[in-house]
């Protein structure tokens, strides 16, 4: 009886330790991209390495909120979202915890990492001026700034100012120019506002598209999508400011969160998302740009053409957006 009972003990034991194992094992993402942007990337690394990937979609404010509540009793290990306000966000809240890593650091530039170490992007997405073709020739354009001068005035079409994209330029603007500059310029483009602000970019497209405004500021992959959908689309894009800083650039990112149940094999996949064969497929899916410099994109994206990006750490998204915003309301640009 008492063998027999050391017999269960020991065979609870080791299932106990089975549980344990496989549990470190798998992976908890919080995204607040779309399933089907981020499940295929998911399951490539599963098939490859075994390890499974859960993870629970939302959007990015509930996801960071839910984070925080959950403290040290939290689920995931990782939380996956866009523009680098929002990391940089997630990072003040205290929910992000820094980690090193040589791979993490030769794949993907110093300008697309926190300087802290908080968190690393994964593809790049330009926020750029698209134009009609048919009211609008390329030599018009030149800048952002540009687009605050009379000659633009009821012919310019934006996305609302609560939208953390035009938040994050803004702040780049500020970090460029100075308040009083950026400011300036902002005044200009809501005078030059033809009609009122849209809910998202693809309806700043559209508007352009039908005729209600001649040119808009939008991220590139809305384009790459309508573009898809509609291959006649009477809009193109334009990158801006090539003769001086560039073209205003944010990311998609990820970031390890404090309390963490599986942090090494959180890091592992997470460095297996900045190599060649990730990044490819990662960008391809949502349209961006590869955030390591060394991966080509995809045909459909390239055909876009290339451009000069923005120089400046996308970080600087966040560190200046509070001041963005009040920019923004001040100016009038609801």
Same mark, same amino acid.
Do not use: H
């Given at each position: 009886m008492q063998v027999r009972q050391s017999l269960f003990a020991l065979l609870a034991l080791t299932a106990a330790a089975a549980t344990s194992v496989q549990a470190a094992d798998e992976v908890v993402?919080?995204?607040?991209?779309?399933?089907?942007?981020i499940k295929p990337v998911f399951d490539a690394y599963t098939a490859k390495t075994g390890v499974p990937i859960k993870f629970i979609t939302d959007k990015e404010a509930p996801l960071m909120q839910r984070i925080k509540a959950e403290g040290e009793n939290g689920?995931?290990?990782?939380?996956?979202?866009?523009?680098?306000?929002?990391?940089?966000?997630?990072?003040?809240?205290? +929910?992000?915890?820094?980690?090193?890593? *040589?791979?993490?650091?030769?794949?993907i530039p110093s300008q697309y990492r926190s300087s802290t170490q908080g968190w690393i992007g994964l593809s790049l997405r330009a926020r750029t001026i698209v134009y009609s073709t048919e009211r609008v020739k390329p030599e018009e354009l030149s800048t952002y700034e540009a687009l605050a001068d009379a000659n633009w005035e009821g012919r310019l079409c934006l996305r609302t100012a609560k939208k953390v994209y035009n938040q994050s330029l803004t702040a780049t603007l500020i970090e460029t120019h100075g308040a009083a500059k950026a400011?300036? +310029?902002? *005044?200009?483009?809501?005078?030059?506002?033809?009609?009122?602000?849209?809910?998202?970019?693809?309806?700043? +497209?559209?508007?352009?598209?039908?005729?209600?405004?001649?040119?808009? +500021?939008?991220?590139?992959y809305y384009y790459g999508r309508l573009h898809k959908e509609n291959p006649d689309l009477r809009v193109k894009i334009f990158w801006p400011n090539q003769a001086d800083r560039g073209v205003h650039v944010n990311l998609s990112g990820i970031g390890l969160t404090k309390h963490a149940p599986h942090p090494e094999a959180a890091k592992a996949l997470v460095e297996w998302m900045t190599t060649d064969e990730a990044q490819g497929l990662f960008a391809s899916i949502n349209q961006e740009f590869p955030a390591n410099p060394a991966v080509k994109p995809s045909a459909e994206v390239a055909a876009w053409g290339a451009f000069k990006a923005d120089s400046i750490p996308v970080e600087v998204a966040g560190k200046r957006q509070a001041e963005a915003i009040k920019m923004m309301d001040r100016v009038g640009w609801n």
């Open positions: 993402v919080y995204s607040s991209r779309i399933d089907e942007l689920v995931a290990d990782l939380l996956l979202t866009v523009d680098a306000g929002n990391l940089w966000q997630a990072e003040q809240m205290g +929910i992000l915890q820094p980690f090193t890593s *040589k791979v993490i650091e030769t794949n400011e300036e +310029i902002l *005044k200009g483009w809501v005078n030059n506002l033809a009609t009122d602000v849209f809910a998202d970019d693809n309806a700043v +497209i559209q508007a352009v598209d039908a005729g209600q405004c001649d040119v808009g +500021i939008v991220n590139t």
